[in-house]
């Protein structure tokens, strides 16, 4: 279809992730882990040394790969580059805000869920019209 993001189907398409080491380490032991023949992996852990311009750069490249069709990103990393994943708009990869073991899930922080939230309010408005 036209308009629509295509994904490398080389082989397979990555997942990243950008959260703190417990995520990560629990990803990867789920075996979505991947380090390239350039030693570049596909997760970044954020710990208390994790700077926001490393975490906009990681996001910035993993949005920009493409062999990634997913960026998992913990709420409490994300809302450190909000203006980051709020600006993001490609269909792929597709960004999913998750919770991690001590920052609960909080759906009115999400931008992603507020974006649905919003198309389907407006789709039912104009459903309603007919």
Same mark, same amino acid.
């Given at each position: ?11 397979? $398409? ?9 995520? /990560?380490?629990?990803?990867?032991? $789920? ?26 750069? $990681? !996001? ?7 062999? /990634? ?6 709420? !409490? ?16 990869? $597709? ?36």
């Amino acid at each position: 279809m036209a308009g629509r993001g295509q994904i490398a189907t080389r082989n397979s $398409a990555l997942i990243a992730m950008i959260a703190d080491e417990d995520t /990560v380490v629990g990803m990867l032991l $789920a075996g979505v882990g991947n380090v390239d023949l350039r030693r570049k992996t596909n997760y970044l852990i954020v710990d208390s040394k994790t700077t926001v311009k490393q975490i906009e750069d $990681a !996001f910035k490249e993993f949005t920009s790969r493409d062999d /990634v069709a997913v960026v998992l990103i913990s709420q !409490f990393v994300a809302n450190m580059i909000r203006f980051l994943v709020d600006s993001y708009n490609k269909p792929i990869p $597709a960004i999913l805000e998750i919770p991690s073991k001590d920052h609960p899930y909080d759906p009115s922080r999400d931008s992603i869920l507020s974006r649905v939230k919003h198309l389907f309010n407006t789709e039912s408005v104009a459903d309603g019209r007919r």
